[in-house]
């Protein structure tokens, strides 16, 4: 089967809209198959291939370079080959797509877990950071079976009121902080 017809047939078996078949055939050819060999060795599902696609479209256009030589580029290949689960290789793949079109925002988020992992909080308390830093709100969670551990949990957060006020400044994009 050539790379087209095993192209047209997982984009079946995944239900991929018609729109990202038509944009995935539109790559040159060594794009077409890189693509595809990623999505057989990661068993992309359709969102997967979907957000692929949009990066790696985004990220030719911007770098005026072909989808193959950016699935080609050491840091992809070596999460494509590298040990672990085909979903989380492919979430790290995805991730790694992601750093590359938006390279500040992986930064300020590299930045933002930096500062959240140097509080060193106590085990229960967990800080969730906005999923692309798309609003300004920090969560945070709190697990505790017991009156004292929740009372030791509150203290902490207490203790690190300052350091969370700065980490919330860094989120609405005080780079001064």
Request: proline share 5%; aromatic share 2%; net charge positive.
């Amino acid at each position: 089967m050539d790379v087209d017809a095993e192209i047209r047939d997982l984009s079946t078996r995944r239900r991929l809209p018609r729109a990202y078949l038509e944009r995935w055939l539109h790559l040159d050819q060594s794009g077409r198959s890189a693509l595809l060999e990623l999505a057989r060795a990661l068993k992309f599902r359709t969102g997967q291939l979907v957000t692929a696609l949009d990066l790696l479209d985004e990220l030719s256009v911007r770098e005026r370079t072909s989808a193959a030589k950016i699935l080609a580029r050491p840091p992809l290949r070596r999460l494509v080959t590298a040990s672990g689960s085909a979903p989380e290789r492919a979430h790290a793949v995805l991730e790694e797509l992601r750093a590359m079109r938006f390279p500040r925002l992986h930064e300020t988020t590299q930045r933002l877990k930096a500062a959240i992992a140097a509080l060193r909080l106590p085990r229960g308390i967990k800080v969730l950071l906005p999923r692309e830093l798309a609003s300004d709100e920090l969560t945070i969670q709190l697990a505790a079976s017991a009156p004292g551990e929740l009372d030791r949990l509150l203290d902490a957060l207490l203790e690190k009121r300052g350091d969370f006020a700065r980490i919330l400044a860094m989120i609405g994009g005080d780079d001064d902080v």
